[in-house]
């Protein structure tokens, strides 16, 4: 179930790590359960979902999340809208997380984001809780076993929630910090639970990479229609996008992110993240169901101790409970992750030449 993998050409040593006992590689769903709840991380309810709870951080720390301002990035993002980091600090955070993981137990998955295969980027994940590395297995892009024999990252995130850094030796704002390193390619997680970040950093790195290349990066959820037109359902998070698209008449692209590019409109992830709270059979089925099934992790549900049942409309945890599953979860997902050029919004293909030219040339945020 798990082997040593931490010296090899691309093996952890490549990342810094050092004097690790054990690397868990690319461990299925099932392997990653049984990880999960001997340690003690999560507890399965009734039909087989895993049930976890993140803490402090029921959402994202956007106040804590910084990108490192170097000569790369000087002139790309909007530093007024995000927050900088030197390349100093994300050096010295960097180790400070390095020693902090020796001797101990590790999880790395390999894995996509987006699927469309010209701007696919490959991403590492290491992570300190198998939970986590079950929630990016089934929320990004799995690669095919041949994939993986030659799989060599572009991007590694590292998120080690039990690592809290030090305010005011780092140059970060609390003990929880997400820095954002486009030159060396590396994201670095620690202080937090919350898994949605792995997922939100994905974002960032498309966000960050495409709109050069006359592709709109997206934060909406998009499907096909019988008529062979799609649909783009932009808002923040919670208002419904997930629910909309997962219209049963229609064929499913993805509930959160996308890419539109000049040949098709595509999802850059592999997986569903829906809120979940007061979610019942009768107004979302698809979804619902969901939520009911092996593999689907549910953060901060509550869940019956005695019985295993869920309570779907408790919200002692948090709001912002979450279901994490393969988008197949939902019976009528593409098997692509992609709507092809003939079924761009009425008017699309004059609006994408429109928005990738703005978004090309305008200062990227992370």
């Known amino acids: 179930m798990s082997a040593i993998v931490t010296d090899s050409a691309h093996g952890l040593g490549r990342h810094a790590f050092r004097n690790l006992p054990c690397v868990n590689w690319n461990l299925g769903a099932a392997a990653l359960y049984e ?69 101990r137990e590790l999880f790395a998955k390999d894995l996509f984001g987006g699927a469309n295969l010209t701007h696919r980027i490959s991403v590492r994940v290491v992570t300190e809780y198998a939970w986590h590395s079950l929630f990016v297995h089934q929320l990004l892009i799995r690669p095919t ?55 939100k950093s994905v974002f960032t790195i498309m966000n960050y990479l495409v709109p050069a290349k006359r592709v709109m990066s997206m934060h909406s959820s998009a499907n096909v229609g019988a008529n062979g037109e799609s649909a783009i359902f932009f808002g923040l998070s ?54 009911q099934r092996f593999g689907t992790v549910l953060e901060n549900v509550v869940m019956d101790a005695a019985t295993r049942e869920l309570d779907l409309n408790d919200a002692t945890y948090a709001e912002n409970t979450r279901a994490a599953y393969p988008i197949d ?38």
């Open 35 to 103: 990880e999960a709840v001997c340690r003690g991380e999560g507890h399965v309810a009734k039909k087989g979902p895993l049930v976890v709870r993140t803490g402090v951080h029921t959402g994202r720390s956007q106040f804590d999340k910084f990108v490192v301002r170097d000569a790369s990035t000087e002139a790309q993002v909007w530093w007024d809208n995000n927050k900088p980091m030197s390349p100093a600090h994300f050096d010295a955070l960097h180790a400070d997380m390095m020693s902090h993981e020796e001797g």
């Open 238 to 291: 919670g208002t419904g996008k997930a629910m909309l698209s997962a219209d049963a008449s229609c064929t499913l692209i993805g509930d959160d992110e996308h890419g539109w590019s000049e040949n098709c409109i595509f999802n850059i992830e592999g997986g569903c993240y829906a809120k979940v709270i007061k979610l019942s059979r009768e107004a979302e089925p698809e979804i619902f169901s969901a939520t």
């Open 145 to 199: 076993a041949d994939d993986l024999k030659s799989f060599d990252p572009e991007f590694t995130i590292i998120d080690l929630p039990n690592f809290n850094a030090d305010p005011a030796r780092r140059g970060c704002a609390s003990q929880t910090v997400i820095a954002v390193n486009f030159s060396k390619k590396v994201i670095l997680i620690g202080g937090t639970s919350y898994a949605g970040e792995m997922k």
């Open 329 to 366: 979860y939902i019976p009528n997902a593409s098997a692509t992750g992609r709507a092809s050029q003939e079924c761009h919004p009425a008017d699309g293909r004059r609006l994408w030449r429109a928005a990738a030219h703005r978004q090309a040339g305008a200062r990227r945020g992370g």
